[in-house]
């Protein structure tokens, strides 16, 4: 898909695209899911969104951005525990080689999976 459409589109562009080759792969996703934001015993309506889950299991955070800020890694990290998520990616599509920008990330939620 990166390599069709190359750098410098908009995050949305990308999330559409992505989103159409996963399901093409059989996997099952849900776009803009909203984060829960639970403070104090209430749940707050904040309309923060994720990007894309994949399989219920994977949260998906794109980028279209220079570079990969520590702020996005911390922000994919909080998304994963606000929803008791195990797995993330950070995708950032503004470069020429996606495969060395893609940032993998993973907590303690990682180690509860069942092996396989």
């Not at 999330?15 to 159409?20: A, F, M, N, V, Y």
């Not at 403070?39 to 399989?55: H, P």
């Not at 299991?57 to 195990?86: C, G």
Request: proline share 5%; with cysteine; hydrophobic share 45%.
């Amino acid at each position: 898909m990166h390599k069709n459409l190359g750098p410098g589109l908009l995050e949305s562009v990308y999330e559409k695209c992505l989103i159409h080759e996963l399901n093409l792969n059989g996997l099952k996703t849900n776009n803009q899911v909203k984060v829960p934001i639970n403070y104090k015993g209430i749940t707050l309506d904040a309309d923060l969104r994720t990007d894309i889950i994949v399989e219920n299991l994977i949260v998906v955070e794109l980028k279209a951005a220079d570079l990969i800020l520590p702020i996005y890694k911390a922000q994919l990290l909080t998304y994963l525990k606000l929803m008791k998520m195990p797995k993330g990616l950070l995708i950032n599509f503004n470069t020429f080689n996606i495969t060395e920008s893609l940032v993998p990330l993973v907590n303690n939620y990682f180690e509860s999976l069942p092996d396989e």
